[in-house]
């Protein structure tokens, strides 16, 4: 895809808006003025208003190409976007005091990665000027990201694991998020109809399918039928779409299947679709997952988790232990 709106970001990976999305608007909620202006420090390292702007519509790209954004999100936005540049800034700070340091070479074979993303070099620069950077301002976005990296390898590079009895422990403890919810199986005949069709058309749709539930009702088998009418994907299978849960069907359709009898069939049903015939299969109730079809997957979930509420911990430690100062834009200049 192609890039207009670059920004590193730092905690991830760089992240650029879409080269053929509409540019953000000089109007943008997200903009303010007098954007230079420092809104933090982080033991004295300055943040200003702009890099803060930019690191909002990285976090919200749509809603500041169109303006579909409340004052309570910008606020939220800026102040989300805020607090990651201030987390970066420790991480980095940390970096440097561990004794990181990332060499020339290292920074110019990201910046030939980076650049590979773009037609041409004249579209790299013209996207770091769309971002008030140069090429030297970009190298040290890069220099911090891979210093970040580093230091996040190296206070949590290590692997956690847990045991499988500890696993198991979480398990029998919450056994309420391991479980299958209740499941149907249905057989459908669908009759499409487009929908802006003529009333014409939906008549005719309508017809269609009373006179193929007519033949079922008179004992025809339904998946016979469906073979030869339906026009849905599972008509192969004689209408059977398989087990199903709620959330999966049309609201209507899933209202309708779920209040049926096993083996009970509906009347002709009408959605923006067409026209639905519905059969109850079978019904499966709610169950538990037994531990060993979970197991692996819960192990890697929680030793992510685990690593997760460290790095969360190391931050909070980071901050408690830093300088940090907030100003009002108009209180300091760089």
Known sequence: MKKE???????ILPLFYAENAPPAASSSKLEEDHSTKIVASVNGSPINLMQVQLRGKLILPQASYHGQISDEKIK?????ALNQLIIEDLMHQEAKKAGISVSEKEINNR???IKKGYKS???????????NLDINSFKRLIEKEIAIKRIKDKAFGKAISLSEAKVKDYYEKNKEKFREPEKIRLRQILIKVPPYASKEEWEKGRKKAEGI??????????AKLAKEFSDD????????????????????IESIAYSMKVGEMSDVLQTIYGYHIIKLEEKKPPEDIPFPKIKEKLKKDLEQLAIEEKQTEWVKELKEKADIKYYAPSDKKE
């Open 5 to 11: 709106f670059l920004l590193a970001a730092l905690l």
């Open 76 to 80: 939220e936005t800026m102040a989300e």
């Open 111 to 113: 910046l030939k990665e």
């Open 121 to 131: 070099d004249e579209a790299f620069n013209k996207s770091l000027s769309a971002n």
């Open 213 to 222: 539930l007519s033949q079922i009702k008179e004992g025809k088998e339904f």
């Open 233 to 252: 994907p599972g008509r192969e299978k004689g209408g059977d779409i398989g087990f199903i849960h709620k959330g999966r069907l049309e609201p209507y």
